[in-house]
């Protein structure tokens, strides 16, 4: 065991996804030497991967007990809808803050509901995640399109305004508050993981699910749980996503958020099959993924350019992810 922790194998296990995000950024300096990052856009990075790490960190607790989730990009945009709903223009003033709290709660619950939605369709119906979310997909841009009307819900950011702002007040927080709330939400997660009998639970079943059964765990429920946990981040990325477009609850957003969630927590080391993942490594995925959106605009590149990227980069993740498993599987026998 202690041999296999200090391996060249566990060692590039544990830090390639901070490899692929430090050979990322040494490319587009290698290719474009006359931009470099700078602090500014090194702002706008951690920025923009806030929503992506956000659901990204949520998609990870439910990998690791070996689900999916596609439905994340329209439950997002169902939950910006729900959060524009709460936030009208017509509150009194001294009640703002209230208002917004309001909101993220709002926003939060809507996605719990979602992921509980998702997780006894699963339970339920003992039908695969892929199909169950892939349905869901559709189903709650459905309902974000009917609950908005069809159309953008405009009303007011209010106080979330200052979560995403690209200057934080006050200054010495160096940062957008949303990228400290992103780390917080990290820290729980990996704490969730490693520290609690739920977490434990969660890793064991995506492990190896009928031993997880044999040993009484409580199958159903913890993967009903995972899915709402999942929903409750998303929630809160759809609040944050209203933020970002200045009050406004679109039902027509982040259509493709799924791909991006599913390629960080790919990137970052998880298993597709369950019972391995790393909240770190998700954080390198989803700020890989806004490096790529970031240098590729600054050298004026069209977006389709990083979609055949990052679809090669899942692709790439997924083969490295299957030669590991087969690896593994020859040291067994």
């Known amino acids: 065991m202690e041999g296999e922790r200090i391996s060249p194998a566990y060692i590039f296990r544990r830090f390639a996804p901070a490899l692929s995000l430090v050979l990322a950024a040494a490319f587009f300096w290698a290719i474009a030497p006359d931009r470099p990052l700078s602090v500014m856009d090194a702002r706008t990075i951690l920025l923009q991967t806030v929503i992506v790490a956000t659901v990204a960190l949520g998609m990870t607790i439910v990998m690791v ?105 006050p200054a010495w927080l160096i940062v957008a ?41 409580p199958i159903n429920r913890i993967k009903i749980m995972v899915y709402t946990i999942g929903g409750v981040l998303v929630g809160l990325a759809g609040a944050l996503q209203f933020a970002r477009l200045g009050g406004s609850g679109d039902p027509t957003v982040q259509v493709g958020l799924e791909l991006k969630a599913v390629a960080a927590v790919v990137i970052g080391g998880a298993s597709l099959s369950g019972g391995h993942a790393s909240i770190v490594g998700t954080l390198c995925g989803a700020l890989l993924m806004a490096l790529l959106d970031n240098r590729c605009t600054a050298l004026g590149w069209p977006n389709f350019v990083q979609e055949m990227v990052v679809g090669h980069i899942i692709i790439i993740a997924v083969a490295v992810d299957r030669w590991r498993a087969r690896a593994g599987r020859r040291v067994i026998e």
């Open 65 to 169: 007990s070996g689900g999916i989730d596609l439905s994340v990009g329209s439950a997002v945009a169902l939950c910006g809808v729900a959060a524009a709903k709460v936030m009208k223009p017509d509150w009194d003033p001294g009640l703002i803050g209230w208002q917004t709290a309001l909101a993220v709660l709002i926003a939060m619950a809507t996605g719990a509901l979602c992921g509980l939605y998702n997780g006894l369709l699963v339970t339920m119906l003992r039908l695969p995640p892929f199909i169950v979310t892939l349905g869901t997909l559709g189903f709650f841009r459905g309902v974000a399109k009917w609950v908005s009307g069809n159309s953008p819900v405009y009303s007011k950011p209010g106080r979330l305004e200052s979560w995403v702002a690209f200057m934080p007040r």
């Open 177 to 217: 508050p949303a990228v400290w709330i992103m780390l917080g939400l990290a820290l729980i997660a990996g704490l969730f993981l490693h520290r609690t009998v739920p977490g434990r639970w969660a890793v064991a079943t995506g492990s190896s699910e009928e031993a997880a059964r044999r040993a009484g765990l």
